[in-house]
């Protein structure tokens, strides 16, 4: 028989979860939003209910954040969770003051369920699992006949242990856990966008003809869009003007690993690591082609299961180190928050997060239009992307905190000129700044 947790248990942040509430500000949110766009328009009334009795098969995302002595904890939270309708800003900083001490929001607009969540609690395979059983319970509330199908997490099923689990300590390897020394990475360039504001442009793709273009290249999806990312960045910031001191960083584009897929977890908590593909830029003259054989090698060697041990094992050694453990919060707070600021967010120009393909009940098919993912975009990560595909529709979708949009426009003028259709939408906040 699974174990289970009351949903009124404590437990830790999971290992890749610790840094964030140390780190996180205005500009740098770490949140991250997915939302499914429904045939119909939404019934907050009904809405409200689904979370309602959705939130309890959830106990790891019913918490807020507590300080303990030595680190933060989730502590369970007794207070109601109030949904919003949907406003201009995405991806926003969480603020729990006025939202019940939740680490995680539920918005609402026309014919749109979002869910935008703090990364301590989860990454994009959890978050996409609340989702989808919201959506779920939702349906059936407003009269859909529909079926889980062994598809959903259900209100009426308890949750196993084995979804609280922090994943990461349990793959550890003492004796894999090499620290490599990193160099800051180049940083996109632009003018900002007020804080109030994220930029959003996505571009949906027809799932097959993106696929047979990765594979006429033979790259898989994501190798081929990260070595796109990496020379339209170089094409459009850095060509020419090589010589420049701050361009002769190497460009950094990290890709973000779901580890359920390379060992055995059914967590619902974080559990990813990332390949990173890095390439200094220092001439005129690099060609797509370069990019291209250089992005297999590094992805290669990125998911060989050694290497997705030994960073993991790299992240769960900093947190076993004797000194660090024994260290007050308020101390171990105040030195994590200068490191980071002054290397950590430097190490990435951008990150690429490709969720997966949504697999959803053939029954909620005919109610579900769309499936959108969007990461925060911040201070110095100026531009991000994430993709999710959903049927026949492949989406591509790019968050910015500059007003400038050269990089989406070559990119995705890159994609039409190898024969793909793309349908562009925007919330056009470069209009508005």
């Known amino acids: 028989m699974a174990k289970t947790k009351t949903s009124q248990d404590w437990f830790k942040l999971d290992n890749s979860a610790k840094i964030f509430p ?65 406003n201009h800003q995405i991806c926003s900083e969480m603020d729990t003051l006025e939202n019940n001490g939740y680490l995680f929001k539920v918005y609402y607009h026309q014919k749109d369920i979002a869910i935008e969540m703090f990364h301590s609690l989860a990454d994009g ?59 800051k990475a180049y940083r996109i360039k632009g003018t900002h966008i007020d804080e109030d504001f994220t930029g959003l442009i996505s571009g949906v793709i027809d799932t097959k003809q993106m696929l047979n273009l990765a594979r006429s290249h033979e790259m898989t999806v994501t190798e081929y869009l990260t070595a796109l990312m990496m020379y339209v960045i170089y094409i459009t910031q850095i060509q020419y003007r090589e010589h420049i001191k701050s361009n002769q960083r190497p460009v950094k584009i990290f890709v973000p690993v779901n580890l359920r897929k390379h060992f055995p977890s059914n967590t619902l908590r974080n559990f ?114 994430s993709i999710m595909t959903y049927e026949n529709k492949f989406k591509i979708t790019f968050t910015r905190s500059i007003i400038e949009t050269k990089i989406e426009r070559e990119f995705f003028r890159h994609l039409r000129k190898q024969g793909l259709d793309i349908e562009i939408e925007s919330n056009y906040v470069e209009d508005y700044a």
């Open 22 to 86: 140390t780190v996180s500000n205005r500009s740098e949110t770490n949140t991250f939003r997915v939302t499914i766009t429904l045939t119909e328009d939404i019934n907050a009334e009904k809405l409200q209910e689904a979370v309602n009795l959705i939130l309890e098969r959830y106990p790891m995302f019913k918490v807020k954040l507590k300080k303990g002595l030595f680190w933060t904890y989730f502590d369970y939270n007794s207070k109601p969770f109030i949904i919003q309708p949907m």
């Open 125 to 183: 395979g959890g978050v996409m699992e609340l989702l989808k059983s919201l959506t779920f319970e939702y349906l059936l509330l407003v009269g859909k006949e529909i079926t889980p199908d062994n598809l959903i997490l259900t209100k009426n099923e308890k949750p196993e242990f084995e979804e609280y689990e922090d994943a990461n300590a349990k793959f550890y390897d003492r004796k894999n856990r090499k620290h490599i020394p990193e160099q």
């Open 272 to 385: 990813s690591n990332f390949i990173k593909t890095d390439m200094v830029m220092n001439k005129p003259d690099i060609t797509f082609e370069e990019i291209k054989a250089l992005v297999k090698i590094q992805f290669a060697k990125g998911i060989e299961k050694e290497e997705l041990i030994r960073k993991m094992s790299e992240n769960v050694a900093f947190e076993k180190n004797i000194f660090l453990r024994i260290t007050p919060y308020f101390l171990k707070n105040f030195v994590l928050k200068i490191g980071y600021s002054m290397l950590g967010i430097k190490l990435n120009t951008m990150s690429l997060t490709n969720i997966g393909r949504v697999v959803l009940p053939e029954s909620m098919k005919s109610y579900v239009h769309d499936v959108t993912a969007a990461v925060y975009a911040g201070k110095f990560n100026t531009v991000n992307c």
